[in-house]
């Protein structure tokens, strides 16, 4: 189902990956940079919950379609990450640990699909904070102003982004342990 309303919310997200990355290029002042990079952060970000819930509305669940959301995800953070990394608004530790935790649970969860064993590094509640706290801290870290005139998003972006890189050590933590004894079981 490649072309179903939640699947194309889903490929929505992947294609606003080069936009949000391309508007530190246009030559905007910074102000304007932050703002637009943001809005569409916020934007596409929430188009996660919404294919989710379309889906599920009208019957339009897939296997691709629950292949790709994870992958949009994925691509959207990691991109942000990066650009928030050149632009020295996330240490390098912290964009380290969540991009190689995407990597190592990613190529985790294929290799026990291989093996038959799927569920048991199926989605926790930890990696669900996990995202959350990355899809607040990130919007805050891009916007990088002062809001209200009393909130710091670069401040409280940094504490988000820690707290994720936290969260996300965690929960490959949890994900290695559940599938510890199906590695063991098909181990030669």
Not at 10 to 22: D, E, K, V, Y
Not at 48 to 72: E, H, I, M
Not at 85 to 114: C, P
Not at 118 to 125: D, E, T
Request: a positive charge; aromatic letters at 12%.
């Amino acid at each position: 189902m490649f072309f179903t309303i939640p699947t194309l919310l889903t490929w929505a997200r992947i294609a606003a990956i080069p936009l949000i990355i391309g508007v530190y290029y246009l030559g905007w002042d910074v102000k304007t940079q932050n703002l637009v990079a943001t809005t569409m952060f916020v934007v596409f970000a929430l188009t996660d919950w919404l294919d989710g819930y379309l889906a599920r509305k009208l019957n339009q669940t897939s296997a691709f379609g629950a292949f790709l959301d994870p992958v949009a995800d994925k691509f959207l953070v990691c991109a942000c990450l990066l650009v928030l990394l050149e632009h020295d608004r996330v240490d390098s530790i912290v964009a380290l640990v969540i991009i190689g935790r995407e990597i190592a649970i990613s190529a985790l969860r294929e290799w026990m699909a291989q093996i038959g064993a799927s569920r048991s590094v199926a989605v926790h509640m930890l990696g669900k904070l996990k995202t959350t706290s990355q899809m607040v801290a990130i919007p805050f870290l891009l916007y990088d102003a002062t809001v209200f005139g009393v909130i710091d998003t670069r401040l409280w972006g940094t504490v988000l982004v820690w707290v994720s890189a936290v969260l996300t050590i965690w929960s490959m933590a949890y994900y290695l342990q559940k599938a510890l004894p199906e590695i063991r079981a098909k181990a030669p």
